[in-house]
């Protein structure tokens, strides 16, 4: 490894690419990071600015269940960080309700009849429940009930998804939905709001605030790169990487990167970490990984996302941050109140800007749709659904995000563990971190942890951390001492090795 000049490779200046190089950088290793996206660091964390209004890709909730998480976004954005009440909904045949669910308003919604037949088929669900649910469905019928199902988790999953709740792994639901249950929702709405003594008790779904950086999570993006920038790291913009070849004879990786006028350049480091998706990673890898491996990352598919964001004159229509529109007859799956999440994503308080969100495939009808005709359908639908009239909408713009979604088929789980094992075996030095870097549907706090641990494990040049042991609330669980202790304590596998 004599002569190379970084300690790391990164690949991705999103939340997990940034956050190993701030942690490699704040121990005074040179790292280098190298980001496709010529304008934006942040991934799908990022904030667009479109006439200074902001854009977030989805609104990004700051909440993890790792203190260390938590303590490492104060560090980085100080004051910067807001607390914001959560306020969202569920629209569903011509009506609001509120989310997360209030059971008593939800029933006089929904009328006596269908209220009794919601509860009989809850308790057949209950009595007769399917033995080891495999699909969505099957998981969340099992949990609240045929009828609850159809009405509240049927149709906006499969605008997410693009495809049937039964083709859907159980293991989503068993993620997104954990720790919701009727009975969680009926204690949550009629008892007092009590806080758990242990972070790690909170139910995500039903916390009632949340943090987020005063102009959007690309804020927080920003400051981190600006910081590992004057820590003496480098983040290069406009740089796609485009190969990974690993040099026995110097025990070294060399990154190939395309720029955006078609320049090639080389970036060397002794390791490289990855938050770009697996799948086109190992096509990258160098010498080829075996045949069976790379038919694997041909498994791993995405669920594509844009957004139509509009700016309106303010009416003040709603206040939530967010309103599922779990509605067929319309294609938006969610409407984002920016100016709800902080009052500075609109430049002028006599306007709002909202962001309708479509899912999709990429090269799909609605991908390819130009961008006027889709701000029309998302005007459109905006005024169908209620919530502002056509007419109000001053202006807006599209943002497409590729693979905003892992996808969770029968297959995945196999398809990663074989990468996984290759890589293992064939890939010194090679750390995936991250969403689609581990094919992982998490979040940001999972991103960080697994990228602060590979970089932990990259400066005890040995690796002291299973990433893989990180769980989707961004805690680390190993098995054993060591995990239950950072079980305890709620801090994560960090705390061990920091002493906090
Ligand atoms: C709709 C939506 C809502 C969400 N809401 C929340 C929320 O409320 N709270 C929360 O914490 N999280 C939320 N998330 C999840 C959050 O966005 C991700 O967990 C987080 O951004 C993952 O970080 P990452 O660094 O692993 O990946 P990414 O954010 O995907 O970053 C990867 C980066 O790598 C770059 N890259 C990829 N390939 C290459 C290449 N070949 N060469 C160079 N660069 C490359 C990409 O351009 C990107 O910048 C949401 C996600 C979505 C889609």
């Given at each position: 490894m004599r002569d190379c000049p970084n300690k790391a490779v990164i690949v991705g200046a999103g939340p997990a690419g940034l956050t190993a190089a701030y942690e490699l950088t704040k121990q005074g290793q040179r790292v280098v990071v190298l980001e496709s996206d010529p304008e934006y660091v942040g991934g799908i964390s990022r904030t667009v600015s479109y006439h200074g209004y902001r854009f977030d890709i989805g609104g990004h909730r700051f909440f993890s269940k790792s203190g260390e998480v938590e303590d490492l976004w104060t560090e980085i954005l100080g004051t910067d960080m807001l607390q914001r009440p959560r306020s969202s909904k569920i629209y569903y045949g011509g009506q609001f309700y509120a989310y997360p669910l209030k059971p008593f308003e939800a029933l006089s919604k929904l009328g006596i009849i269908e209220s009794c037949l919601c509860v009989m088929s809850f308790l057949a669900a209950r009595t007769s429940p399917t033995p080891n649910p495999r699909s969505f469905e099957e998981w969340v019928v099992n949990q609240f009930g045929e009828r609850l199902f159809r009405i509240f988790f049927k149709t906006y999953t499969e605008k997410v998804w693009g495809m049937s709740c039964k083709e859907i792994s159980a293991d989503w639901a068993a993620q997104r939905?954990?720790?919701?249950?009727l009975g969680s929702a009926i204690k949550n709405a009629l008892l007092p709001k009590r806080q758990p003594k242990v972070r790690t008790q909170l139910v995500k779904t039903l916390i009632d605030t949340f943090r987020y950086p005063r102009l959007g999570p690309g804020m927080m993006w920003d400051a981190c790169a600006k910081k590992v920038r004057s820590m003496g790291g480098e983040v290069l913009l406009g740089r796609n990487v485009t190969g990974c070849r690993f040099d026995d004879a110097t025990n070294s990786w060399t990154v190939t990167a395309r720029t955006a006028d078609g320049r090639v350049e080389e970036y060397r480091g002794e390791h490289v970490v990855s938050s770009m998706p697996v799948r086109q990673l190992v096509e990258q890898i160098e010498p080829r990984l075996p045949e069976d491996v790379l038919r694997s990352g041909e498994f791993l598919r995405y669920r594509d996302f844009l957004t139509v964001g509009l700016i309106l004159r303010e009416r003040n229509r709603f206040q939530d941050n967010w309103i599922y529109?779990?509605?067929?007859?319309?294609?938006?799956?969610r409407v984002q109140n920016y100016k709800s999440w902080s009052p500075e994503m609109v430049p002028d308080s006599k306007y709002c800007c909202y962001g309708l969100e479509y899912f999709c495939f990429e090269g799909d009808g609605l991908w390819t749709t130009p961008e006027q005709d889709l701000i029309a359908l998302a005007k459109k639908e905006l005024e169908q659904v209620g919530l502002a009239a056509a007419a109000d909408v001053v202006d807006g713009c599209v943002i497409r995000q590729p693979k905003a979604y892992p996808v969770y088929d029968d297959g995945y789980k196999r398809h990663v563990e074989i990468i996984r094992t290759a890589l293992d075996a064939h890939c010194p030095n090679l750390h995936l971190v991250g969403r689609n870097g581990m094919h992982k549907y998490n979040n940001q706090d999972h991103a960080m942890m697994t990228a602060l641990l590979a970089a932990r494990n990259i400066l005890a040049g040995?690796?002291?951390?299973?990433?893989?042991?990180?769980?989707e609330d961004g805690e680390y669980h190993e098995s054993g001492e060591a995990g239950a202790q950072s079980d305890k304590d709620g801090n994560g596998a960090a705390a061990r090795a920091t002493g906090t």
């Open positions: 939905i954990k720790g919701l249950s529109i779990h509605d067929p007859g319309v294609k938006v799956g040995e690796k002291l951390y299973d990433v893989w042991a990180v769980n």
